[in-house]
């Protein structure tokens, strides 16, 4: 039995420069940091006493007597490019899904990493990524950048550049104690809305041509946000200005990235002490983080009294193996255990 641990994402800048239609053409850059928050994966092999050979535990339950029967495309998908069955999968998570987090890319990099372990694998994150974007992005035809994989496969703070010949991953050089006062200066609120991010990137990627003078702003942000990180006695509130930069531009892009309710929200946090916020992912709702001077927060807080409030803390580990236990497998036994 294998049980994995995967943390979610929040991007600050440069988000839909890591479509690949825009960074090969002039390449991508995003700065994303993990935080505390997980999915979970576990999977183990079923034993041969049922009429069907697979089960998953998600939010409903899938019985299937192949591969190819399971309805969940990313399971069915990955089995397949692993060449597993007979498997029990189960998943939970700290976060709803389709609110911005990254969830499916980390439910992704967190399956493989357990299909993996239970082959008596190690393999790196770097491969992980790779296998999580080719899963999402070709196997199943699902629109999105690359960043999310990468960034929760790898965890940590980090800028991830973009480019015809792949990605690279730089840990932002930052002091433990700036990148604490960062932590403690960011609120993450939860709209209470859901949406499928691949559709809003679907009309992204429609955008991309029209939006490039747009896009190539943003990538022009990450610079200077890692600047302002990398400064050690810098003023810390200069990110939270640039955030809001970033969004006013990023709303621009499709007129799906917000709506009227989430630009009030917006205003509300502004009023009462934000110095700038984003929604995380695609756009269209779920999370909200807001940059707040610690002596405002109290007042932002109040302000959106109406929303989930979800502390947080960032992390570095990326995806993890929790428990590994190996199990005695023939793949090549029939049901009634014979060759």
Not at 68 to 96: C, G, Q, T, W
Not at 257 to 269: G, H, N, P, R, W
Not at 276 to 283: D, E, N, T, Y
Not at 305 to 320: H, I, M, P, Q, R
């Amino acid at each position: 039995m294998i049980y994995t641990k995967t943390p979610f994402r929040m991007s600050f800048f440069g988000g839909g420069t890591d479509y690949q239609p825009f960074f090969e053409e002039h390449g991508g850059s995003v700065i994303a940091t993990t935080f505390d928050k997980y999915c979970y994966v576990s999977v183990r092999h079923l034993p041969r006493f049922f009429d069907y050979r697979n089960q998953l535990t998600y939010s409903r339950i899938e019985k299937a007597a192949s591969v190819d029967e399971i309805e969940h495309p990313m399971v069915r998908n990955a089995m397949k490019m692993l060449n597993m069955d007979e498997l029990f999968i189960s998943y939970d998570a700290d976060l709803p899904a389709r609110s911005g987090l990254g969830s499916s890319s980390s439910f992704a990099v967190g399956l493989l990493n357990a299909f993996h372990a239970l082959k008596g694998h190690y393999v790196s994150k770097e491969k992980l990524a790779q296998e999580a974007i080719r899963l999402e992005r070709e196997m199943c035809a699902e629109s999105g950048g690359w960043q999310d994989q990468i960034a929760v496969a790898f965890g940590g703070l980090n800028r991830i550049n973009f480019s015809p010949g792949g990605f690279e991953v730089k840990p932002i050089i930052i002091t433990n104690r700036r990148k604490q006062m960062l932590n403690e200066n960011l609120m993450m609120f939860f709209t209470g809305f859901s949406r499928l991010s691949s559709e809003i990137a679907k009309e992204q990627v429609k955008v991309t041509h029209d939006k490039t003078a747009e896009l190539l702003e943003m990538l022009k942000l990450v610079d200077e946000g890692e600047r302002i990180l990398a400064e050690r006695h810098g003023d810390l509130d200069d990110f939270g200005r640039l955030l809001d930069v970033s969004w006013r531009i990023k709303r621009n892009i499709t007129d799906k990235v917000s709506t009227d309710a989430l630009d009030q929200i917006y205003d509300a946090a502004m009023k009462h002490g934000a110095l700038g916020g984003k929604l995380l992912g695609a756009g269209g709702g779920g999370f909200f983080v807001f940059y707040v001077p610690k002596e405002r927060q109290l007042e932002v807080r109040k302000a959106l009294k109406d929303l989930l409030y979800v502390a947080f803390g960032f992390e570095n580990s990326g995806t993890e193996v929790l428990y590994y236990r190996p199990e005695e497998y023939d793949a090549f036994c029939g049901k009634d255990g014979a060759i």
